[in-house]
């Protein structure tokens, strides 16, 4: 199995504070926005961003977690896959979401997120952040927010995001099996 | 976590504990979508759910429609006296026939035990045990257990008092074979022509006095006579039993100060338990009731999910 590292500690944290730049540039600061991070990484990530915000805005905004199983268009392919909680305690109406995933590669997980997101209330804007772009899409979404670009050409490759909150270290790598 | 591989749900006897506990987990994180403005998410969208019901329901049988609803499956609702049952139809061929027109899941309940099991042998679809005569009713029980769990943080080292007709209860045998995969004390109170010969051997204590069943109590469950299945016939008179055996304000003051008082339903109020009781601070009832919705969605994921 081959190994290769993409971003480091240091790196990671770099390109996140790039998104958060650039969430606050397109935006035009950060009022009416909130956060929402897709399970299981987004959700950390997230947290990252709304910390440089506070940081750079002084301003602590909402932040929520969306939990997409229900509404994957492969569920049954999968067995039964452990449902988890979608967590937003505020009021999604009319406010500009910024969505954070870690890696986004068909986009079916943003159109999950998308839809679910439909459900829950009428945002004015969805915006998508990821830490990894692959490329290969397989439906018509974009990220607005993208860390760095790494498309996928050979079938066998797989991006790892690793975040210290869930694996202990942070790094984003490539595994070859 | 594990996965989910049992095509149906029968009983709570044949559940392990880690299958209760995911149901638990599940039925948590579903339990979110009631309370939105839109009660839906798309998960069994095209999949068709029948409930068959022999015998009379409310809470059961709206429970699973809701859930199913919520879950954007189509409902379909069958009762005995407006089926071709009066027609002469046998369980077997109505469930067969039922069948052919391929639903992912059939609830059945019927005053017969093991007419589920009997199902689940002869059908592809899978089969949910809604009430089985006085054998089981799994999902009141996992909807009892998730109550608990809400409100006590735990199941683990309560005292829990079973009271009525438990000879009759589905209800109370069911939440006995779940209890027991926990480290629990289960204290059954009934006039001793309701406790069911060596009771005992579940692991269970009787305790005929329910002054003295009450002691210490965490959860309390009251049951209702069950009138259909010849219950009031085992007592002299339901004015006694109420005296010797209804919940009264009196002894919520022996129990534990957090005490839940629970209740299946349908409440027989004035008989098993008093108004004071049933609406005062300590009842969960209706607790129960919104919780069954998230445990029946949870199953009929499960279920459906199993990895067809």
Redesign the interface.
């Known amino acids: 199995m081959k190994k290769k590292t993409l971003l480091d500690k240091k790196a990671i944290d770099r390109t996140l504070t790039r998104i958060t730049h650039e969430i606050l540039e397109k935006n035009e600061g950060c009022d009416n926005l909130c956060l929402i991070g897709i399970r299981t990484r987004g959700v950390y990530l997230a947290k990252r961003i709304q910390e440089k915000i506070k940081e750079i805005e002084e301003k602590e905004l909402p932040i929520g977690i969306l939990?997409i199983t229900?509404?994957r268009d492969d569920?049954?392919k999968l067995?039964?896959?452990?449902?988890?909680?979608?967590?937003i305690s505020f009021d999604i109406n009319n406010k500009i979401v910024i969505l954070i995933d870690d890696v986004m590669f068909t986009g079916r997980t943003a159109r999950a997120a998308i839809?679910?997101l439909m459900?829950?209330?009428r945002p004015q804007k969805i915006q998508l952040g990821v830490l990894v772009d692959r490329g290969n899409r397989e439906l018509p979404i974009h990220p607005d927010f993208a860390g760095i670009l790494y498309t996928t050409v050979d079938a066998e490759e797989e991006v790892l995001v690793r975040l210290k909150e869930v694996d202990g270290k942070d790094e984003v790598i490539i595994m070859k099996t | 976590?594990m996965?989910?591989?049992k095509k149906d749900l029968l009983g709570i006897k044949d559940l392990t504990k880690e299958e209760i506990l995911l149901i638990f987990?599940?039925a948590?994180?579903?339990k979110?979508?009631s309370l939105?403005?839109?009660k839906?998410?798309?998960?069994l969208r095209g999949k068709t759910i029948i409930t068959l019901f022999y015998e009379p329901s409310t809470r059961t049988r709206t429970s699973f429609e809701i859930a199913a609803k919520r879950?954007s499956a189509d409902t379909i609702n069958i009762s005995a006296s407006t089926s071709s049952y009066v027609k002469g139809e046998t369980l077997k061929d109505t469930a067969k026939n039922l069948e052919s027109m391929k639903p992912a899941v059939i609830v059945i309940r019927h005053s017969m035990p093991g007419a589920p099991h009997m199902l689940s042998r002869i059908m592809k679809s899978s089969v949910v045990n809604g009430g089985d005569g006085a054998h089981e009713h799994p999902t009141q029980a996992l909807l009892d257990l998730f109550t608990i769990k809400e409100k006590k943080g735990r199941i683990d080292g309560l005292r829990i008092i079973i009271i009525g007709d438990i000879i009759h209860s589905r209800v109370a045998r069911s939440n006995i074979f779940a209890l027991r995969n926990f480290d629990t004390e289960i204290i059954c109170s009934a006039p001793p022509t309701m406790i069911p010969p060596h009771l005992e051997e579940l692991g269970v204590r009787v305790e005929y006095d329910i002054d003295k069943a009450i002691i210490d109590a965490d959860v309390i469950m009251m049951l209702r006579i069950q009138k259909e299945r010849g219950g009031i016939s085992y007592i002299p008179s339901v004015r006694e039993y109420s005296t010797l055996y209804g919940l009264k304000a009196k002894h919520i003051e022996k129990a534990k100060n957090d005490v839940i008082i629970m209740h299946p339903g349908p409440i027989n109020r004035g008989v098993e338990i008093t108004d004071e009781v049933a609406d005062g601070p300590y009842s969960v009832i209706l607790d129960q009731v919104e919780n069954g919705v998230a445990i029946r969605m949870a199953i009929l994921?499960?279920l459906?999910?199993?990895?067809?």
């Open positions: 939990d229900m509404y569920i049954f067995k039964s896959p452990a449902v988890k909680k979608t967590d839809d679910a459900d829950i209330g | 976590m996965n989910w591989t987990e599940t948590e994180s579903l979110e979508i939105r403005e839109i839906k998410v798309p998960t879950l994921y499960l459906v999910g199993r990895g067809t």
